[in-house]
Nanobody, 116 residues
Framework: QVNLVESGGGLVQTGGSLRLSCTASGRAFSSAAIGWFRQAPGKEREIVATIAWNAGNKYYADSVMGRFTISKDNAKNTVYLQMNNLKPEDEAVYYC?????????WGQGTQVTVSS
C-alpha cells in the first residue's frame, strides 16, 4: 500500500507562485511514474505534469509549459510542482498520482486558489 500526501496549496494572487509537494509513504517511488493532475469545478480531471522517477523524463501540459516545473528529491521520496506566474485558470484541486507496478495511487488533493 502506498500513501500519498500532498501539501503546499493555498491562496495566491495572479502572477504569484506556489510549490506543491507529494510525499509517498509505505513504498518508495522507485520505478514509478509520478504525475500531478488538477480538477476545477465542473471540469474533468486533467494532467498537468509527470516525471519518471528513475529516468527523470518529464512531461508538461501545454497550458503550464514554461510556468510549472516538476522535480523530485530521491532522499525524501518526494515530488514537487513549482508553479510560477499563476493564472486564474490554474485554480483547481491538485492531485498527486503514482503509477507503481500497474497500480494507480492518488493523494487526497490540495486546493490552489488564484485571485485576480
Amino acid at each position: 500500500q502506498v500513501n500519498l500526501v500532498e501539501s503546499g496549496g493555498g491562496l495566491v494572487q495572479t502572477g504569484g507562485s506556489l510549490r506543491l509537494s507529494c510525499t509517498a509513504s509505505g513504498r518508495a517511488f522507485s520505478s514509478a511514474a509520478i504525475g500531478w493532475f488538477r480538477q476545477a469545478p465542473g471540469k474533468e480531471r486533467e494532467i498537468v505534469a509527470t516525471i519518471a522517477w528513475n529516468a527523470g523524463n518529464k512531461y508538461y501540459a501545454d497550458s503550464v509549459m514554461g510556468r510549472f516545473t516538476i522535480s523530485k528529491d530521491n532522499a525524501k521520496n518526494t515530488v514537487y510542482l513549482q508553479m510560477n506566474n499563476l493564472k486564474p485558470e490554474d485554480e483547481a484541486v491538485y492531485y498527486c498520482n503514482a503509477q507503481i507496478s500497474g497500480v494507480d495511487y492518488w493523494g487526497q488533493g490540495t486546493q490552489v486558489t488564484v485571485s485576480s
